[in-house]
């Protein structure tokens, strides 16, 4: 079973940027869609951004223009920037890779957008 593990979660000021990654132990294209979610305490577990075998990316509408995902099949990793934080983007970050409906999530990273 694949292994995920997100790096790059960190305490930031408003307006900051950080930059999330998440390594696969196996090649990122045996996965349909990977993708990184979020959940805030007191919340669901919601999308960010996805990107499918083929290249198609989907982003939730709270983080469109300020985040963008992105994947290195050399290095096996998807990585999500993140620009223009705001504090309602604080929250445990998830790495997902999904197969035939299958999915498997890593440990989560931290992120808190405080001043």
């Known amino acids: 079973q694949v292994q995920l593990m997100e790096s790059g979660g960190g305490l930031v000021r408003p307006g900051g940027s950080l930059r999330l990654s998440c390594a696969a132990s196996e090649n990122i294209f045996n996965f349909n869609v990977m993708g990184w979610y979020r959940q805030a305490p007191g919340k669901e577990r919601a999308l960010v951004a996805t990107?499918?075998?083929?290249?198609?990316?989907n982003y939730a509408d709270s983080v469109k223009g300020r985040f963008t995902i992105s994947r290195d099949s050399a290095e096996n990793t998807v990585a999500l920037q993140m620009n223009t934080l705001k504090p309602e983007d604080t929250a445990i970050y998830y790495c997902?890779?999904?197969?035939?409906?299958?999915?498997?999530w890593g440990p989560g990273t931290q992120v808190t957008v405080s001043s």
């Open positions: 990107i499918n075998v083929g290249g198609v990316i």
């Open positions: 997902n890779a999904r197969i035939l409906g299958r999915d498997t």
